[in-house]
């Protein structure tokens, strides 16, 4: 059942909507292919992120805990401890989906900020484990945050592009052939009358 006029303005209008329906889906296509590849290789990143936070989480934790059998609970350390200031973030457009980069002083420390005689080399091991397991939870939350926000916009775009190809395209290619049909059958129905009028012209004047 065609919803528009069967004239050829319509139908001239119809193609030019299909062919920009088309030229939607094949961006909407490469726009998904470039978002699953850069999801899949931050993907990648985290499974290796957090099997080396794991072993840093571990060897922090052990050195603590010889720390804490050899010289006891020394929370009053904690404040000679400086507060890390340098986090940053900031974002970076992967087709416009916004994700985030953070940053941070991933330096080692030059020394040790607590008095050396009231801690041991267990506690200091701990100390710079710790802090290596800072600057890989900065990574991980930016790949982890990045990943969900790629998958959000995948989902978008890949619902976009089934709508194009499974309800707006055929839909179009529909309305199009309907038109046609119309409009050829008008074509026929006029040129037989066309000839029937020259024919009838033709006896008139015999």
Known sequence: MINTAPTKGN???ERKRLSLAKTGYDLLDKKRN??????????????????????????AYAALQRANVETG???DLAGDVPVDTSLEVKTRSVMGVEIPIITCDTAMPNQIPYGLSTSNAALDEAYLCFIRVKHLSAKIAEV???????????????KRANAL???????????????????????????SRMKIIKQQKKTGLN
């Open 165 to 191: 190809k499974n309800i707006i395209i055929p839909s179009s290619c529909q309305t199009i052939r309907e038109i046609t049909s119309v409009l050829e059958e008008k074509e026929r129905e006029e040129f």
């Open 11 to 13: 139908l001239l209008a």
């Open 73 to 75: 609970i020394r929370s």
């Open 144 to 158: 982890e945050n990045s990943v969900y926000r790629l998958a959000i916009a995948i989902k978008k775009t890949q």
């Open 34 to 59: 470039i978002l699953v590849r850069e999801m899949m290789q931050l993907i990648d990143s985290v499974n290796r992120l957090q099997e080396e936070i794991e072993k840093t989480f571990g060897a």
